[in-house]
């Protein structure tokens, strides 16, 4: 095992054995086109929040999106709906015209979404664009770049977004940074980011077509763990680039990547470092048959923490997913293709569920739409104008 002060290298490391980063023919064909399917799973019995354990679980309201329509939802605990955010594409940028390799399922629903403590929004419209609504569901602005996946918000304001800008026959990723109004003030490449970095290497397993490195992630850092690694200084962003099975930390200022790792992990979303220092991820198919809400040293690359174990009940989200560890220590997952989400103890107790009660029909199935993200918001987050606690 490697001294904790030696960064990463690409492949794992000396205590894990090397993985082909490259994603199989099926898999890269499935991510070249920008959108993401409206569900894949048959629905179930069981709909709406299915478990709560008030005494464990941590309280507080839920946001979410998903496959059912271009709207996010706000929700108690107990899954009564608090507020509704809805806009089509139509009325928020009348005239759009598709590209070609944006899905046109990617027109129906929103890929995330992030609420302002006023009721402002911002919702993604996966491969197009970034829009901002008021508390009523009126458009502020559009900014349309391509943008797909994830957004955050610094304190001060500032925007960052995924972008996606088609090119010589693939599609870069970038980072746009945004004003409050919308208003482009920078933009890196990704692909440049690692081509100036000593990862440079990994774009040799990359496709030679289409969204060739699917970044699904963009995770602001603020610092607290600089004198663990220099790359988790503030300021820097952590990503996860799909088809690399890779999570990296990008330098925006210096357009570079200094930090990477690989080979623990399939497919990976949501990657977070923890205020112990951990990375937790939600690793999609990197076991056989489940994904797993993995935590790991991100430097020795030892598990700290992982769920399921071997007395926990299995999930399997293909596409999509997150897991975020909450104040109280528990984590909670979305399990994106099974519409579900549900909180774990440390000790795997299952003490929150939520299954989408969103259903749609196809060939005279239904089917659960795809959960895409659920987001756990303080109690009194929404305190100065949601009317109903």
């Not at 030679?208 to 699917?214: E, N, Q």
């Not at 076991?287 to 992982?306: F, N």
Request: negative net charge; glycine residues 8%; aromatic residues 8%.
């Amino acid at each position: 095992m490697r001294a904790p002060t030696e960064p990463a290298r690409p492949f794992g490391g000396d205590a894990f054995p090397l993985q082909h980063p490259a994603l199989d023919a099926e898999s890269q064909a499935e991510i070249l086109a920008l959108g993401y399917a409206q569900g894949t799973n048959t629905a179930t019995s069981s709909s709406g929040v299915t478990v709560h354990d008030a005494a464990h679980a941590w309280a507080g309201l839920n946001l979410y999106t998903s496959g059912h329509g271009p709207e996010a939802v706000l929700m108690s605990m107990d899954g009564k709906t608090l507020h509704t955010w809805r806009c089509d594409l139509k009325t928020a940028m009348p005239g759009f015209v598709r590209p070609d390799h944006v899905r046109e399922a990617a027109t129906r629903s929103w890929r995330r979404a992030h609420v302002y403590p006023n009721g402002d929004l911002l919702a993604i419209f996966e491969g197009i664009a970034i829009i901002k609504l008021g508390r009523d569901s009126e458009v502020q602005w559009v900014y349309a770049r391509g943008c797909h996946h994830d957004v955050a918000v610094k304190a001060d304001g500032e925007i960052l977004v995924l972008t996606s800008d088609p090119r010589d026959g693939i599609i870069d990723n970038g980072i746009a940074s945004l004003d409050a109004q919308g208003r482009e003030t920078s933009h890196v490449s990704l692909l440049d980011c690692f081509r100036n970095s000593q990862y440079a290497t990994l774009l040799d397993w990359l496709p030679k077509a289409g969204d060739v490195l699917h970044v699904n992630t963009i995770t602001l850092l603020d610092g607290a763990h600089a004198a663990k690694h220099e790359a988790f200084r503030h300021g820097n962003v952590l990503i996860s680039a799909l088809t690399l099975n890779t999570v990296a930390v990008v330098d925006v200022e210096a357009k570079t990547v200094p930090w990477a790792i690989t080979g623990m992990w399939r497919a990976q979303h949501d990657p977070s470092l923890l205020a112990n220092g951990n990375m937790l991820v939600f690793d999609n198919r990197g076991a056989v048959g489940t994904s797993r809400a993995l935590e790991i040293d991100p430097l020795t690359q030892s598990i700290e923490w992982q769920h399921p174990d071997a007395g926990a009940g299995p999930f399997y989200s293909e596409w999509c997913g997150a897991a975020v560890r909450l104040p109280n220590g528990n984590t909670l997952i979305t399990e994106t293709d099974n519409g579900r989400a549900f909180e774990v103890t440390p000790d795997h107790r299952i003490v929150w569920e939520f299954v989408n009660p969103n259903q749609f029909n196809e060939a005279g199935v239904r089917m659960v739409a795809a959960l895409f993200e659920v987001v756990r918001l303080p109690v009194d987050y929404a305190a100065s104008w949601l009317s109903e606690p």
